[in-house]
């Protein structure tokens, strides 16, 4: 029996390879290992495709979140609110920033942000200047923007958007990463729009910040070698640049397929005992992960391991129960009871543009042997 991954990034490779061979040669040839004319054309398609007039590539998602966090002046005394249901990176990149996370729930219905328990947390906020609320656009569907930009508008906070799963979604007509002031992108190999290694980017329309963010990312440097603020080395490498050329314009094909795939899951998990992930209908989801729940997890996880199909907890603890953080990170007033019950109940599924229509059936197959 073959094993299906729940992802596959190699699979992208090889369906993008004679274009990745192309870019890396270019770059080869470029005699420019460090930023550079790929880096540069990748920086402008991004900010084309994202709807925005500047992209600022980096070293991975996480630095993305510090740039953008440190180029709107955030640092220690400040607090970020965000939520508990993200990968650990979200808020390890507001403790790099020197900001405090402050964490709301999710949604009763969903795994973004809830915009109550956001307004909870901004009214019963700790000492500390309310600086940024960064919602997360979690498995590729947008958070409620709408609520979450007015609750942050209204105490002249800045919205700094981490799309790190949610490349090319779309939220009332606009691409996520263009509504706050700036868009913090991963594209570590799995997502969407992947990388052969770690590789980022943040998106703004706000040439000012723009331009700190791109100080900060080299060192603080305005004329080389001369530090006129205190920056970092977070440069996009020009070979990943070059993968990164070689895949953008398959993006909008690609999610079109993992949405494909998503509608069969739906129609045909539909009746079991399993909640399938919803969508707001002001937004398209583009399924980094295809996310069921459901209380007998770890049965049917087992059950899908024995059947060779491969799956995945995003995320099997929310940031404030690891270990690195239990007890010392600051938590809204309504708490966090519906993080920790998705954490329990979560399981993903295969989800990647090159899955089979048999492959999928398979999948459906299986779930519907275990609950049946």
Not at 339 to 345: F, L, Q
Request: net charge neutral; hydrophobic share 45%.
């Amino acid at each position: 029996m073959t094993l299906i991954p729940q992802t596959d990034p190699h699979a992208s490779y090889v369906e993008h390879k004679a274009a990745i061979d192309a870019a890396l040669a270019r770059v080869l040839d470029s005699g420019w290992y460090i930023l550079g004319r790929e880096a540069e054309a990748f920086e402008a398609r991004f900010a084309e495709l994202i709807g925005v007039g500047h992209a600022i590539g980096c070293g991975n998602g996480t630095d993305a979140l510090e740039l953008a966090l440190r180029a709107c002046g955030i640092g220690a005394g400040d607090l970020v609110f965000t939520v508990s249901h993200t990968a650990v990176a979200t808020v390890a990149a507001i403790e790099r920033a020197g900001a405090t996370a402050v964490l709301a729930d999710i949604e009763e219905n969903g795994y973004c942000m809830d915009p109550d328990a956001l307004d909870a947390a901004l009214k019963a906020a700790p000492k500390g200047r309310p600086a940024a609320v960064m919602p997360v656009h979690l498995y590729g569907e947008p958070a409620a923007m709408v609520e979450i930009v007015a609750l942050a508008r209204a105490r002249g906070m800045r919205v700094i958007e981490d799309c790190a799963q949610s490349h090319g979604a779309h939220y009332q007509g606009v691409t996520t990463g263009s509504i706050g002031d700036f868009g913090c992108f991963s594209f570590y190999p799995t997502k969407n729009l992947g990388a052969l290694g770690d590789a980022g980017a943040v998106v703004t329309g706000d040439a000012e910040l723009a331009a700190a963010a791109r100080e900060i990312r080299e060192y603080g440097w305005r004329d080389r070698y001369v530090s006129a603020v205190v920056g970092i080395n977070s440069r996009l490498d020009p070979i990943q640049a070059g993968v990164l050329n070689a895949k953008i314009d398959t993006l909008s094909a690609d999610n079109a397929r993992r949405q494909a795939i998503a509608a069969r899951y739906n129609a045909e998990l539909a009746g079991l005992p399993l909640a399938v992930p919803g969508t707001r209908n002001s937004s398209t989801h583009v399924y980094h992960q295809y996310v069921i729940r459901t209380k007998k997890r770890d049965g049917l996880r087992e059950h899908l391991h024995q059947a060779q199909i491969g799956t995945g907890i995003h995320y099997p603890l929310p940031v404030h129960l690891h270990p690195a953080y239990r007890g010392r990170v600051l938590v809204g007033p309504t708490g966090l009871c519906r993080s920790e019950a998705a954490a329990r109940e979560i399981l993903s599924l295969p989800m990647y543009p090159q899955l089979s229509g048999k492959t999928v059936d398979r999948v459906i197959a299986e779930i519907r042997r275990f609950f049946l």
